[in-house]
């Protein structure tokens, strides 16, 4: 089956700046690639996905790449603000299959400091 | 927004008893998912539902598991005997092929096994 590593487990930041969380995933069938955004007491929320058609896609403060050849895909967020602290998954599915059950990540604890 | 709610929030049962977990997804949703997180621990996949029945299920959701459509709207996960080992945040989810692949989750509910 899917495994997904990601990296870091902790990260912390300064108001202003840029952060980077990396996945790995083991299986090449997998084709669809989702980052969840996970605040205390809530469940995760989607904030960006990407599929294998791509190599990049960006929304706003918000981007993320992906290299099929590499099996590994980043999430970038620029000009972080303390709103952005919370937990981040990624994770990764084969839509091919009918239905996309995801395989998540470990998640990164991502800190703003204003 | 239309949002996946889960009923209730926190659930504190005996050790051996049975418990209901109560889910009622996107109305237009065909896709049904429990997710389960261990304190700390990473998202972890359950069971998927489509169609009125099981699509897939991992090696966690056993002969004590079960799911149900009962009436169309609500989705449900039973547990038939808890153990301290289920304590943890379970997520329901729901998606919608075809036009969003992105799953929508609940806030969930906080099953606390003693």
């Known amino acids: 089956g899917e495994n997904v590593e990601q990296h870091p487990s902790t990260l912390s930041v300064q108001e202003g700046d840029s952060a980077v969380i990396k996945c790995t995933y083991s299986?090449?069938?997998?084709?669809?690639f989702p980052w969840y955004k996970q605040e205390l007491g809530k469940g995760p929320q989607l904030i960006i996905d990407i599929r294998s058609n791509v190599g990049e896609k960006k929304d706003q403060r918000i981007a993320v790449t992906l290299n099929k050849t590499a099996k590994h895909f980043s999430l970038h967020i620029t000009e972080t603000q303390p709103e952005d602290s919370a937990v981040y998954f990624c994770a990764a599915s084969c839509e091919n299959s009918g239905y996309s059950t995801l395989t998540f990540g470990k998640g990164t604890m991502l800190l703003v400091s204003p | 927004e239309p949002e996946v709610t889960q009923t209730p929030s926190h659930q504190v049962t005996q050790m051996g008893q049975e418990v209901i977990l109560r889910c009622v997804p996107i109305s237009n949703h065909l896709y049904f998912y429990w997710y389960r997180q261990i304190l700390g621990q990473k998202v972890e996949f359950l069971v998927s539902f489509y169609n009125n029945e099981i699509s897939e299920k991992s090696e966690i959701f056993d002969d004590q598991f079960s799911v149900e459509r009962p009436d169309g709207s609500n989705f449900t996960l039973k547990i038939r005997s808890t153990k301290l080992e289920d304590s943890a945040m379970y997520f329901c989810?729901?998606?919608?092929?075809?036009?969003?692949?992105?799953?929508?989750f609940g806030s969930g509910t906080r099953l606390t096994v003693v």
């Open positions: 299986d090449s069938a997998s084709n669809y």
């Open positions: 989810a729901s998606s919608e092929r075809g036009r969003n692949y992105g799953y929508t």
